[in-house]
């Protein structure tokens, strides 16, 4: 019910004064209500939970509700004078706006037409490295080592080089996240690790006879175990049986730590380790007169370096008296 308030105005007249008089009309007929939307329709595109607001005007301060005619497309979810729309999947759905009736105003309503298209993202494989890189004092590139897509996939700040061992990362970036997933559904950056071994040291390992001048043996440092007899000769007639045997160990590459030579086994008592100062590591033997052989173990090893990974061999010598 509505009330107006009306006032009757009198002007003076000959005989009688001016006088007004205000009365109170009460109406049974409300005032009509209304809703303004911010806009009637919406697209929603993209994924799935897709979301878009639409703002509610109304005159009468009546309660708001809304209802989306296809749940399965899109909902609707209200707070305050914002509605939410979400999109579930492809399709077109109404969603009705209604106001409520006050003491003053009518209900209204409105609605808002939605359209719904899912975009379907092809999924993109994550970078991972695929081929093992090895140390060979060139420069490598990522892309030797990890596969991905490159139509899809770019390394954000340009693919990169190293030439040194070591692992390093590099940041993969999708071209387009409204086409393109990552397989486990994401779309943010991925940063990959990849790395490029320690190679195995190219060397040889050579003992020889210095009075025969000879190679008595020759392994090459792959960790495997060779096995040779030295026969050293007598220097004198005292059967006091000396001699001195040469190890050389000879690397490829510049780059190495210094090897470290050990003996083991029974000769090696008799066997005394001493470097020459040039790049050759000498063991000086002497054998008792009454001793006619003793095995002894030479082990060389040498520690991992910044490029090259470390690596040991052993070889058994019998140094015989005759």
């Known amino acids: 019910m509505a009330t107006t308030t009306v006032t009757v105005n009198v002007a003076e007249s000959q005989n009688y004064l001016a006088t007004s008089r205000t009365i109170s009309v009460n109406s049974d007929t409300k005032q009509q209500g209304y809703i303004t939307l911010s806009t009637n329709s919406v697209t929603l595109t993209g994924d799935v939970g897709t979301t ?14 809304v209802a989306s005619s296809d749940t399965s497309k899109v909902t609707a979810s209200l ?6 729309l979400t999109s579930v999947a ?5 969603v009705m706006v209604t106001v409520g009736e006050t003491s003053e105003y009518t209900s209204a309503t409105a609605t808002i037409s939605v359209n719904v298209s899912i975009v379907v993202k092809t999924k993109v494989a994550i970078p991972t490295q695929t081929t093992a890189l090895v140390y060979n ?3 490598q590139y990522i892309y030797d080592a990890v596969t991905y897509d490159r139509n899809k996939v770019f390394i954000v700040g340009g693919a990169t080089s190293h030439s040194d061992a070591g692992t390093y990362q590099e940041t993969f970036r999708l071209y387009d996240t409204t086409l393109y997933e990552w397989s486990d559904g994401t779309t943010s950056d991925k940063v990959v690790s990849w790395t490029i071994s320690k190679a195995n040291l190219n060397s040889t390992l050579f003992i020889y006879d210095e009075h025969k ?3 008595v043996t020759r392994l090459n440092i792959n960790g495997s175990v ?26 490829e590459p510049s780059e190495y730590p210094t090897p470290v030579f050990s003996a083991s086994g029974t000769g ?5 380790f001493r470097y020459d100062g040039s790049n050759k590591y000498v063991y000086d033997t002497s054998l008792p007169y009454d001793m006619y052989s003793v095995p002894v173990t030479i082990s060389v090893t040498v520690p991992e370096s910044k490029n090259y990974a470390a690596m040991s061999i052993s ?3 019998e140094i015989v008296s005759y």
């Open 52 to 65: 878009q607001t639409v703002t509610i005007t109304s005159n009468s301060g009546g309660a708001l509700s």
């Open 79 to 84: 707070s305050g004078t914002t509605i939410t």
């Open 90 to 94: 492809n399709g077109n759905a109404t």
């Open 137 to 139: 004092t060139s420069s």
């Open 213 to 215: 001048g000879m190679d």
């Open 226 to 251: 060779g096995n040779a007899n030295m026969y050293l000769s007598s220097t004198n007639s005292t059967y006091t049986y000396d001699d001195t045997m040469l190890v050389d160990f000879y690397f």
């Open 268 to 272: 090696a008592q008799y066997i005394q």
């Open 315 to 317: 070889v058994n010598v």
